[in-house]
């Protein structure tokens, strides 16, 4: 299987502040990454997929790169309604595995 | 507007059976695949199966298969899973998810999200 590994765990932000959150593969995937945002008690929401493409209406202050086993998603001018918990997952091979996460706060 | 209402959850003794639904509404649903996403109370996402847009391709993570059974009924717009042989690390809140493209051959993660629905394992 393949381990998706995210960091930081958690980190303390700012409005205002410019974020990045990196996940790392155990393997290659290629760009076969998706990221999700979830806020507590809520269902996740799609960011990302193919580690750079913005899901429709997701605001342009998020950006993904990456390719092969490093990514980051990058949130630029954090904003009140981004402190959330994120995830990363990749669709390169089953089993579909995902990160273990990484809280913003504020 | 894309809808994903879930139902179908609720607690159950270790051993039992539950069959969670997912009714979709906004999209042409025999197009597109579906996934079963759950999460353990405070925990992270853990994928659990997916489904092509005709049914006839399944997948499932090895903490689930032969005990769960992912199915759609595109007549009624609706996903299914049916959990058997429930044990107490089942326990999560269940998520149906809408792949984001209608492509077939490759997997495309998901775009909509249903609310979610908790499955409670437990004597």
């Known amino acids: 299987d393949i381990q998706m590994t995210q960091s930081p765990s958690s980190l303390s932000a700012s409005v205002g502040d410019r974020v990045t959150i990196t996940c790392r593969a155990s393997q290659g995937i290629s760009n076969y990454l998706a990221w999700f945002q979830q806020k507590a008690g809520k269902a996740p929401k799609s960011l990302i997929y193919g580690a750079s493409s913005l899901q429709s209406g997701v605001p342009s202050r998020f950006s993904g790169s990456g390719s092969g086993t490093d990514f980051a998603l990058t949130i630029i001018s954090l904003q009140p309604e981004d402190f959330a918990t994120y995830y990363c997952?990749?669709?390169?091979?089953?089993?579909?595995?995902f990160g273990g996460g990484t809280k913003v706060e504020l | 507007e894309v809808q994903l209402l879930q139902s179908g959850g609720g607690l159950v003794q270790p051993g039992g059976s539950l069959r969670l639904s997912c009714a979709a509404s906004?999209?042409?649903?025999?197009?597109?695949?579906m996934n079963w996403v759950r999460q353990v109370p405070g925990k992270g996402l853990e994928w659990v199966s997916d489904?092509?847009?005709?049914?006839?391709?399944?997948y499932y993570a090895d903490s689930v298969k032969g005990r769960f059974t992912i199915s759609r009924d595109n007549s009624k717009n609706t996903l299914y899973l049916q959990m058997n042989s429930l044990r107490a690390e089942d326990t999560a809140v269940y998520y149906c998810?809408?792949?984001?493209?209608?492509?077939?051959?490759?997997?495309?993660?998901?775009?909509?999200w249903g609310q979610g629905t908790l499955v409670t394992v437990s004597s």
């Open positions: 998810a809408k792949a984001y493209y209608s492509g077939s051959g490759s997997y495309y993660p998901p775009d909509y």
């Open positions: 489904i092509s847009g005709s049914g006839g391709s399944t």
């Open positions: 997952q990749q669709y390169n091979s089953y089993p579909l595995t």
């Open positions: 906004g999209f042409t649903f025999s197009s597109y695949a």
